[in-house]
């Protein structure tokens, strides 16, 4: 037992380590608030310079990427050390989203499935719905009915 306690502190530390890790691989650090970012780079041990950047729009999907951008221009920190503006990007969501409905009953060839409606901002080039079908968990299969014997 106590074998496995230490086995979880070792598995939880090398967690952690790793987590810092890659927090600290780019040698920044990002808070991000409501209307701001803030980027403290970290250059040497006691040269820790704050960047305080305000955030832009994000700009509209480019479908050809499925990429949008934004751009962070400098708010407070020094023009020196501080980018004057940064551009951040980041994958888009999914252009077809769909609501989606409740499972079917499952089939006696052991499937259930589902019919999602195209969400109203959704792209128009979508598809209004889609159909999905997946098998059913073991233990709720329609089971046949067997002659057990009368009792």
């Not at 970012?37 to 310079?49: H, M, P, Q, T, W």
């Not at 729009?57 to 400098?74: M, P």
């Not at 020196?80 to 551009?87: H, I, N, Q, Y």
């Not at 980041?90 to 259930?112: F, I, L, Q, T, V």
């Amino acid at each position: 037992m106590i074998h496995k306690i230490k086995h979880c502190w070792w598995m939880l530390a090398g967690v952690i380590l790793i987590s810092l890790a890659f927090a600290s691989a780019e040698g920044e650090v990002w808070e991000e608030r409501e209307h701001e970012v803030l980027i403290r780079s970290e250059r040497g041990a006691k040269n820790r310079e704050t960047c305080r950047y305000m955030r832009g729009a994000w700009s509209e999907c480019d479908s050809k990427t499925n990429i949008r951008s934004r751009k962070l221009t400098l708010k407070k920190g020094n023009p020196a050390s501080c980018e004057p503006v940064k551009t951040i990007q980041k994958k888009c969501k999914k252009a077809c989203r769909y609501e989606k409905s409740s499972w079917s009953e499952c089939s006696p060839n052991g499937e259930m499935s589902r019919t999602d409606l195209l969400k109203a901002n959704s792209d128009p080039s979508c598809d209004q719905s889609r159909r999905i079908t997946k098998k059913c968990n073991k233990n709720k299969q329609v089971k046949s009915t067997k002659d057990k014997g009368t009792y």
